[in-house]
């Protein structure tokens, strides 16, 4: 294999930094050996050899500096080796070529991203796709289709180009293109576009483009030019040298002027030696890239923390990055006559081997509730419109229904619901006549609401969501999270708009998950990608990869940014503060060489412990667990993932009530009280006595469940209200006129309570397990 000389100059100048820092430690500590022996003059060779070989590789960075008119602190480095040499200051001058070669071999690690890696985009696309032809069908190259061509896409396969379905329908995972979960349903004749996944039965396209024209071309396209635009990040130490360079030449220049000692200029040079520029900077930097590596953070580059430390603004995508990307059931909704639990249980038996996205959150929900499933018979799937089989001898069909443009009451109610929270309906009919409505949505990440607090709190001052969800869902996740703007509908060309548009502004953050997040990524100023539910195409155009798949990691990762940041430029800024008033006692002649340069190394060291404290950065990660506080937190999360599946009883009793079937309300607020005495009440009893003590180490104070206590109290008055309008009904045998009002205030209040509970509970607490699930939800 040949390689050009190009790729061995790069690798080379790769390389380069750590040889010359593992020679100069060798002369260093060879000559150090050679002190401690006695051996003086072999020493001084030792350091002088060391010395020498970092002018060298000194001078040629000078060099390549100055070919792009920039002048750093390296050319300081190089005039204080030399000075070191002419007065004989040999440890002084080895010392200076450590650091020298230390500075460049941690920005040369930390600087790893010169041009974004998009293999995974191209890679996801295939290369070949089966055609029509006069031959019948034939496998030929993907770059030979050309619209008008009729191709087959067999399951689990990517759509190679943008066509028109040309028979019957089908199911597609648009979720590359658009992050939205639910998978997308297309009739014959109805477009679609490449990139996209077939998630159902073979389907044949028309094709309409050819691939270089297509839509998931572009987003490579798209991708590689706003990678193109990124500027590289300058070196800090470059951007302190521009004024520190002057100073420290004039000085020099002047002191030997003035006192005509050569001796005095070399001073200068020697304790101006920009030590806290390479390496107290890079130092602070790199022990940010650690601390957030050990958090499950994977930073690309010193440059990416950088400008993560300077970032106001945050662009979030929505599907999978602030939600879970799992669709869940939030509520059912019955037909007169007819039961959640028997609504859920004949949906979830016609729903019980689909592959839908949807037909698994309904066959979980009906798990959750531990509803018994039936095994169906003759099942139907089909794309567009849902599944249908017979169940226990009734034909169920679940999917998209005719609803007429002046629904029933009960339906009305569903779609009105459907609309405030952002949901999709599952309608559930029995032998063609509508029985109930499964409300499905996409949760937020139960970290979520307090990541966007910390990030608040540490500067993020304005938050804009991305997405290419269906704006009423859109909107409702924003309104939940408090964001300042909300663009729905968006293409991945519209998100590479939108974040150059916020980039004009300030410096920008992207955080997304999926392939059609990648240009976005690519053009903002640091780009964010959660891997754990992401793709591959992410994590590799994004700086910065949340490799644990956790979204509060996002906020630690902002708060070491800020903090390695600040430790550089402070390092820096102290250092050459203090380098700046030993070169006043040098010029004067009250710093001689010998003595300047041990100054110099201890102010060096001074700075270089400084920058070591982003190292430790107080508030990130989550609090340290003793085994038996993580247990108990297990335990109640588990109970909690019980119980939200009978959540829906209060709501389902209030609604009865609502619409005056006070008959069949009562046995719904029987099983709702049932619920309350047996199950919820031991619970949040339990978590008082036991789980709230145990959290208070962690959290430093028992104040920090003071909250949720004073929650508990109200359940449990509410919980002992219910009780008693139960036992009253039952012995009037039935829910009386005087008893409605403040029965369904009982039961719309712990409905609420609980939700928001929940919530709190699985926010503050729950999260804090070191693998506390991001799918976990308590809203509604």
């Known amino acids: 294999m040949t390689v050009s000389r190009r790729t061995v100059v790069a690798r080379v100048g790769r390389i380069l930094p750590f040889l010359l820092l593992a020679t100069t430690l060798s002369a260093l500590g060879g000559g150090a050996l050679a002190w401690s022996l006695g051996a003086q003059h072999n020493a001084e060779m030792l350091w002088n050899a060391g010395t020498l070989i970092a002018v060298v590789p000194a001078l040629w960075w000078v060099a390549a500096a100055m070919r792009d008119r920039r002048f750093g602190a390296d050319l300081i480095a190089v005039l204080a080796l030399v000075g070191a040499l002419a007065v004989g200051e040999h440890l002084a001058g080895a010392l200076i070529a450590v650091m020298l070669a230390t500075g460049r071999a941690l920005d040369s690690a930390a ?7 998009l293999r995974a985009l191209s890679d996801r696309m295939p290369r070949e796709v089966r055609r029509y032809d006069t031959d019948g069908v034939v496998t030929v190259p993907v770059d030979a289709i050309l619209p008008g061509d009729r191709l087959i896409i067999g399951p689990g396969e990517v759509v190679p180009v943008d ?239 005719e609803v007429p443009s002046s629904p029933p009451q009960w339906a009305g109610t569903a779609l009105t619901r459907a609309t405030f929270d952002g949901a999709v309906i599952a309608w559930v009919s029995v032998d063609d006549g509508l029985i109930g409505a499964v409300l499905l949505s996409d949760p937020l990440r139960v970290d979520a609401p307090r990541t966007l607090r910390r990030l608040r709190a540490a500067g993020i001052n304005r938050m804009v969501m991305l997405t290419g969800d269906r704006p009423a869902p859109a909107e409702h996740i924003a309104a939940m999270l408090g964001l300042d703007q909300v663009r729905a509908d968006q293409t991945p060309a519209d998100k590479v708009a939108g974040v150059q548009a916020e980039r004009e502004k300030a410096v920008t953050a992207m955080v997304g998950d999926g392939v059609n997040d990648a240009p976005a990524l690519a053009a903002a100023d640091v780009g964010i990608a959660l891997s754990g539910y992401g793709s591959t195409a992410s994590s590799e155009t994004a700086d910065i990869v949340l490799a644990t798949g956790r979204i509060d990691r996002l906020a630690d990762a902002m708060l070491i940014a800020r903090r390695s940041r600040r430790l550089a430029v402070q390092s820096a800024t102290v250092g050459m503060g203090l380098s700046l008033v030993a070169m006043a006692f040098a010029a004067v002649g009250l710093l001689p060489p010998t003595i300047g340069a041990l100054l110099q190394e201890l102010i060096d060291l001074t700075v270089i412990l400084n920058a070591l404290r982003a190292l430790r950065t107080p508030g990130v990660g989550t609090p340290a667990l003793v085994a038996d506080t993580e247990d108990l937190l297990r335990r109640f999360a588990a109970e909690h993932d ?86 009253v009904a039952e012995a009037k045998g039935g829910i009386g006129d005087a008893q409605r009002e403040d029965l369904l205030a009982c039961l719309y209040g712990l409905d609420e309570l609980l939700a928001v509970h929940f919530v709190a509970e699985e926010e503050n607490y729950f999260s804090l397990l070191p693998d506390a699930a991001p799918e976990r939800t308590g809203g509604k």
Request: glycine share 8%; aromatic share 4%; with cysteine.
């Open 111 to 117: 600087e790893r991203r010169a041009t974004r890696d």
């Open 163 to 401: 066509g028109l379905i040309a028979a019957e329908a089908a199911i597609l995972d648009e979720s590359a293109l658009t992050g939205e979960s639910v998978y997308a349903e297309r009739r014959a004749g109805d477009g679609v576009r490449s990139g996209a996944v077939n998630a159902g039965a073979a389907v044949e396209i028309e094709a309409t483009a050819t691939a270089q024209d297509s839509t998931y071309a572009e987003i490579v396209r798209l991708a590689q030019e706003a990678a193109a635009q990124s500027a590289p990040v300058v070196r800090l130490a470059d951007r302190f040298a521009v004024w520190f360079l002057p100073l420290t030449l004039t000085v020099s220049g002047a002191a030997w002027l003035l006192s005509g000692s050569a001796e005095r200029a070399v001073a200068v040079l020697v304790v101006a030696t920009p030590c806290p520029l390479l390496l107290a900077a890079p130092v602070a930097i790199v022990s940010g890239l650690s601390r957030a590596a050990r958090l499950g953070v994977i930073v690309r580059s010193g440059g990416a923390l950088e400008n993560l430390g300077k970032a106001t603004t945050l662009v979030l995508d929505k599907t999978g990055t602030i939600t879970t990307g799992r669709p869940v059931g939030t509520d059912i909704v019955t037909a007169p006559g007819w039961t959640q639990t028997e609504v859920l249980r004949l949906a979830a038996s016609a729903d019980r081997f689909s592959p839908h996205v949807l037909a698994h959150a309904i066959v979980d929900a009906a798990r959750d509730r531990q509803i018994a499933i039936s095994v169906p018979a003759d099942a139907v799937e089909v794309a567009g419109i849902g599944t249908s089989a017979t169940v226990d001898g009734m034909r169920v069909r679940v999917g998209n229904h």
């Open 642 to 727: 019980r119980m939200r599946g009978e959540l829906g009883a209060f709501r389902a009793a209030a609604h009865q009530l609502c619409d005056g079937n006070v008959v069949a309300a009562l046995p719904l607020v029987q099983r709702a009280d049932t619920f309350v005495q047996h199950v919820l009440l031991p619970h949040e009893h339990a978590e008082d006595h036991n789980l709230y003590p145990a959290l208070a180490t962690p959290l430093g104070s028992p104040e920090a469940t003071a909250t949720m206590s004073r929650m508990h109290a109200e359940i449990d008055s509410l919980a002992r209200r219910l009780h008693t309008h139960v036992t």
